[in-house]
């Protein structure tokens, strides 16, 4: 949280070239996130008609990505020309890795890009991966032979490094995110409405003392004044009243925050020209949302409970500051005031009181947070703008991959998926069915090129009994050999779409990753992320 | 733009595709006769067919050459049959719209045999029908059809669009866009460079998509698509939008459902396939103009934001925005430092954002930056490369089935599909209805919920403000008369008394029918009063 009170003067000549450039992209991850793109280094082991991880690659270039390198066995033949964007009749019989390399960083003289190998008959992956400095995140284009998949998959785990595996073959497609154990993420983005924490029914002394303050001779406001009080001080005096009229208790059954509601809406004064008062609807139509008792949300109460397998991991600065969180929420039965205030109708002075209250006491909790951590063994180095972070974002706290050292059996979740659709059947077109005949159909070819329908099926029934006799899978599976192998330009450039987002979100660890699997039918034009 | 003096068509950017000329279409209908005869029950046992289907490798192996000589003089023959029999189309309604007339020559083409290798993963696709691809769309006239295939692109995610219906194999597509390059295009608008900021974005792009995909013939309009006429628009068999205003998305569907409606021939259904990012998110959408929802239908899917009331701006401010919109509204209009706000201008940018920031001082607000001050006069919407690839061509997968029917689109079930990548991934894939009381496809009035005792003016400002009507210069006629007209000055004059009237005053009824138009919009919106009960 910058300290928001301290203004620089105005700049007289504007942004940077840099910042105007990037501009509509550092709005959703500010410089925080762009750094973490610079200084990324990208590994595509690219193989079969080679357009999904390009596009993809494109989409990480254009926003500044540090560096990528291109490993990829292939010479450009003429029907690559006819599905990737990022070679032209001038790369026939040239290395694919470099031709498309070189076409990519025309995008953005900001990136670097490398290739490999760097002539034919040269392809070594074990050995690019010894030699090349540490990459960020590795991707790989299915299909690849199984000793490759492999090598890359030992790197990841050796260096702790995310790898994705992606398969484009006609409409379908799928990729699958494998993170080095669990991983959190703090920065979610959360939507700006559900943010906003009021902490009507667990206020604070300031709070309380502002409120009646401002409401003890309320009946002999102006209309002006009465007009102007902010919501959150008309609904405190309210539930002041609700308390003496009910024992101390608060409304919170529904049937209570409705009567609630009511008496609000009563409190109205609808005797002035307008015949209402906007403050005051503004806090009828709060009453549901905010008239609320301090919780925490599922996930967050993961990552409380969550045992940590390796307790080495626990000494990370998010496990620290997750346990210094978890004592404050012990000892005050709620988590720090995050410290934002919506806008609502008051007079710009109150308005700004009222704003610093809520600030002053997220300051507060971030500091006692802080001293928490501070006495934690490993905590002392950690930087107090983290620790603010998470106590703003507290609700909104997201573990990703919590269950990384489980495998997750295929043929259960095919039991899963086929019960879903039992119902999916009964239920309509509201209820899509699973897609997962899709991701079974590709994974059957991820190290080659494609297969009958028959074999497709027959590799499936190995995983998943099941499935071999569904009518749904064999569909897929003739569609999945249809394609031949090959890829559709638009079905790889909507995949190389998504797997870029992915790949932002894991590097900046802003927003939300998937966790784990997501399959796209190009045919229905829909997703789903499964945990496979 | 119109002051820009264009033509309508705009500048022409043509650069001749052709290398080897008229034999390429004739080799490429050759060897679809070859491959009917080989399997005559094509689309009676799709099973088999799929099972059968021949391997790519196969394919590529084929000497050209030989394929040419011993298919052309098939060409006659073969129009002549799809005269006679008229392609029959069962599983994807889709397919009847394309009753295209086979009689014209086919596009010409490039470089015969490697165009032909080129293409080898797209037309295994095409020439192997799947368990859900329509029965027809691997017959021969079918797939010779779609060379003729002429298609429009325009706006924001032109770039992508254009790419994306290149390496689709259309061969004849039209691009529309009034903008030049701006600086903050570059992080996703990626067929421009840094030496491009200024020149036309239809231009370059054409320009550049057309040297690298061999074959493909792309015309440039530096134009607003409001610059066009339906005798333009008649021209194409698709249109792909990518456009940034609702404003304009609603002329184009406007002018589409118009051009459907006025013809009896199935051709003038011209499907319109609209995509618009935000950040992590967007959404692709079909619609059959005439048949299936419209974008005017699905309005109240965008509900404008709710404005600042000005007596915020004015005296009680209290987040950052009402501060720059003081700037903007009050302190420009009453200092003028420049003759004309041009917001893309960081001197004119600057001044707003020092105005802004000592009013925020002032009234101790925190938060004034610059980026705040342009994201809040210019209304930026954020943008990524990675999002605008996922629609994009999402919406081109849409023309591709349509034009190919190769596999089942979008349009007739569910039509409209929701992305979101902020937290995991999600997509909402549905059908959005078609409305009775659509101002554009429907042929019922709309109900238009108001209070008697309000004014006439106060009417006015909220239709631009109701998600279903959204009219910013809204002229307002009753039966009869007319209540206040915008244009031309001398019967705004006349009818501006009106405005401070309430709807009792002016005579009006419950149920009342109103007719609204609006300049941005060719087209008259019907609505009736619903008078609201006395609160």
């Known amino acids: 949280m910058a300290d928001v009170m301290i203004q620089t003067p105005p700049v007289l000549q504007g942004p940077s070239e840099k910042e105007r450039k990037y501009d509509r992209q550092l709005r959703l991850w500010a410089a925080s996130g762009q750094a973490a793109l610079e200084s990324a280094n990208i590994l595509l082991v690219n193989s079969g008609s080679g357009t999904v991880g390009v596009e993809t690659l494109k989409n990480l270039v254009l926003p500044g990505i540090g560096k990528f390198t291109i490993a990829d066995q292939a010479t450009v033949r003429h029907e690559d020309l006819g599905v990737n964007f990022f070679l032209d009749e001038s790369s026939l019989g040239e290395l694919r890795a470099k031709a498309c390399t070189n076409f990519l960083i025309e995008l953005n003289p900001e990136v670097q890009g490398d290739w490999h190998p760097k002539s034919n008959d040269s392809f070594n992956l074990q050995q690019l991966l010894t030699t090349s400095p540490p990459f960020t995140l590795v991707l790989y284009a299915l299909p690849l032979p199984q000793d490759q998949v492999q090598l890359l998959h030992d790197y990841a785990r050796q260096h702790t490094t995310p790898i994705m595996a992606v398969h484009s073959v006609g409409f379908y497609s799928y990729f699958k995110t494998t993170l080095p154990g669990t991983f959190p993420v703090v920065d979610t983005h959360p939507e700006e409405t559900v943010t906003t924490d009021l902490r009507l029914l667990a206020p604070w002394s300031e709070l309380v003392d502002f409120a009646k303050d401002m409401t003890k001779d309320i009946d002999s406001l102006d209309n002006h004044e009465h007009g102007h009080l902010p919501l959150v001080v008309i609904l405190l005096h309210q539930l002041d009243q609700w308390q003496q009229s009910h024992g101390g208790g608060y409304p919170t059954k529904y049937a209570d925050k409705t009567a609630f509601r009511q008496t609000v809406s009563d409190a109205m004064r609808r005797d002035n020209p307008e015949g209402g008062e906007e403050n005051f609807e503004e806090a009828v139509a709060a009453v549901m949302k905010h008239v609320t008792l301090p919780s925490i949300p599922g996930s967050l109460q993961q990552v409380f409970e969550y045992e940590h397998q390796d307790p ?8 620290i500051i997750a346990e210094a969180v978890k004592q404050f929420y012990k000892e005050h039965g709620c988590l720090p005031v995050p410290g934002g205030l919506p806008d609502m109708k008051a007079q710009s002075g109150v308005y700004i009181k009222l704003q610093n209250i809520y600030k002053e006491k997220a300051r507060q909790d971030v500091r006692e947070v802080l001293n928490s951590v501070r006495s934690i063994p490993g905590g002392e180095e950690i930087d107090s703008s983290e620790v603010e972070l998470f106590c703003k974002n507290a609700r909104f706290i997201k573990l990703i991959n919590s269950e990384g050292g489980n495998a997750v059996r295929v043929d259960q979740v095919v039991d899963q998926e086929l019960a879903n659709d039992e119902i999916a059947a009964i239920a309509g077109p509201e209820m899509p069915l699973s897609l997962l005949p899709i991701y079974l159909a590709l994974t059957a070819t991820s190290h080659v090129t494609t297969d009958s329908p028959h074999g497709i099926i027959e590799s499936i029934g190995q995983q998943a009994p099941k499935a071999a006799s ?11 050999s249809r394609a031949g192998g090959g ?12 797997v870029a987002q992915e790949m932002i979100k894991v590097i900046t660890k802003q927003y939300v990753p998937i966790d784990n699997t997501c399959i796209f039918d190009g045919i229905e034009s829909r997703c789903q992320v499964l945990r496979l | 733009m119109k002051g820009r003096g264009l033509a309508p068509g705009g500048i022409k950017v043509t650069h001749s595709p052709a290398k080897v000329g008229a034999e390429a279409p004739k080799f490429l209908v050759g060897r679809q ?4 005869e080989k399997q005559p029950h094509l689309h009676l046992d799709l099973t088999e067919t799929a099972y059968d289907a021949p391997s790519p490798v196969q394919q590529c192996t084929d000497p050209p050459q030989l394929l040419l000589q011993s298919c052309s003089s098939n060409i006659t023959s073969l129009l002549q ?19 295209m007339s086979v009689e014209t020559q086919v596009a010409a083409d490039a470089g015969v045999g490697s165009q032909d290798a080129r293409w080898k993963y797209l037309d295994h696709i095409r020439r192997n029908a799947g368990p859900f691809t329509d029965p027809g769309a691997t017959e021969d006239e079918f797939l010779a059809q779609f060379e003729k295939f002429k298609i429009l692109g325009a706006g924001g995610l032109g770039c992508e669009i254009l790419k994306n219906l290149a390496m689709s194999h259309f061969k004849n597509i039209h691009v529309i866009d009034m903008d030049t390059i701006d600086i903050s295009n570059l992080n996703r608008q990626f067929l421009f460079r840094k030496a491009d900021v200024g020149k036309f ?5 054409a320009e550049f998509v057309q040297k690298r995909v061999e074959g493909v013939s792309i015309t440039a309009h530096n134009n607003r698509i409001q610059d066009f006429d339906e005798e333009f628009y008649k021209q194409f068999q698709l249109v792909v939008c990518g456009l940034d205003s609702i404003e304009a998305r609603r002329w184009i569907n406007a002018m589409l459902v118009s051009i459907a409606e006025e013809a009896e021939d199935p051709d003038a259904i011209k499907p319109l396939i609209d995509g618009g990012t935000e950040g992590f998110k967007g959404q692709a959408r079909v619609i059959f103009p005439s048949i299936t929802s419209c974008i005017e239908c699905q309005l109240d899917m965008h509900a404008p934001r709710a404005a600042v009331p000005l007596c915020t701006i004015a005296s009680i401010p209290r987040q950052p925005e009402h501060c720059v919109e003081w700037a903007h509204i009050i302190a420009w209009e009453q200092e003028k430092p420049f003759p004309q706000l041009d917001k893309d201008d960081p ?10 920031l000592t009013r925020a001082q002032e009234f101790s607000i925190p938060g004034v930056t610059y980026s705040l001050t342009q994201g809040t006069i210019k209304n930026i919407i954020p943008a990524i490369a990675s999002t605008n690839a996922i629609i994009a061509a999402a919406c081109c997968n849409e023309a591709f089935k349509i034009a190919t029917t190769s596999a089942p689109c979008l349009g007739f079930e569910n039509n409209y599909m929701m992305y979101s990548g902020n937290d995991s991934i999600y997509t909402y894939t549905f059908k959005h209805e078609k409305k009775d009381d659509c101002p554009v496809c429907g042929r019922q009035a709309r109900p238009l919920e108001v209070d008697p005792k309000a004014t006439l003016q106060e009417l006015v400002d909220s239709l631009a403000l109701r998600p279903e009507a959204q009219l910013k210069k809204p002229s307002i006629r009753a039966e009869g008369k007319t209540l206040y007209m915008q ?12 405005l401070g009237k309430t709807l009792i005053e002016l005579g009006l009824e419950n149920g009342q029918q109103v007719v609204v138009t609006d300049p941005a919009f060719p087209l008259e919106f019907n609505f009736f009063f619903k008078f609201k009960a006395d609160s």
């Not at chain 1, 064999?474 to 999945?480: D, G, R, W």
């Not at chain 1, 890829?487 to 998504?498: D, F, K, R, W």
């Not at chain 2, 244009?487 to 009106?498: D, G, K, V, Y």
């Open chain 2, 81 to 99: 049959h799809a005269k006679r029999h008229p392609i029959p189309r069962i599983l994807n309604p889709t397919a009847r719209f394309w009753k």
């Open chain 2, 201 to 205: 974005k239809a231009e370059v792009a």
């Open chain 2, 347 to 356: 001197e004119h940018v600057t001044w707003l954002y020092q105005k802004a």
């Open chain 1, 470 to 480: 569904s009518e749904r899978f064999l569909k897929t599976a003739q569609e999945v």
């Open chain 2, 487 to 498: 244009f031309p000055p001398s019967l705004e004059q006349q009818t501006r008394p009106n």
């Open chain 2, 33 to 36: 006769l070859r491959h009917t």
């Open chain 1, 312 to 319: 080495a991991d626990a000494q990370s600065s998010f496990w």
């Open chain 1, 487 to 498: 890829e559709l330009h638009n079905i790889s450039a909507v995949t190389g779409g998504m």
